[in-house]
């Protein structure tokens, strides 16, 4: 059975930096695309970040430059640096993998930036 775990969360002051995981398991196949997604409460599932293990990669306006997605091959992990986050309310963030063809989403996982 295919698990995506993530794992990453956390409290962190504005300007700080999380490093989220997203980890696919109980599989054969390479993780061919990683995207992420957050979503404050009361709010629609925001996309932020998409990587293709092939090397392209796509950020929204609002973490460009901030956020760095990629996929650690060995790993079968994608990954989501997040460097100079700010304040906000209380941000689930969610990755989904694609194996093959078939899409998993992650469990989720809280980040919270406050000082």
């Known amino acids: 059975q295919v698990q995506v775990v993530e794992s990453g969360g956390g409290l962190v002051q504005p300007g700080g930096s999380l490093r989220l995981s997203c980890v696919a398991s109980?599989?054969?196949?390479?993780?061919?695309?990683v995207a992420w997604y957050r979503q404050a409460q009361g709010n629609q599932r925001e996309w932020i970040a998409t990587?293709?293990?092939?090397?392209?990669?796509n950020y929204a306006d609002s973490v460009k430059g901030r956020f760095a997605v990629s996929i650690d091959n060995a790993k079968n992990e994608g990954i989501l640096q997040m460097n100079n986050l700010q304040l906000e309310d209380p941000v689930v963030y969610y990755c989904?993998?694609?194996?093959?063809?078939?899409?998993?989403w992650g469990q989720g996982t809280q980040v919270t930036v406050s000082s």
């Open positions: 989904k993998a694609t194996l093959r063809t078939r899409e998993y």
């Open positions: 109980g599989t054969a196949f390479d993780m061919n695309i």
């Open positions: 990587r293709l293990r092939a090397g392209a990669y």
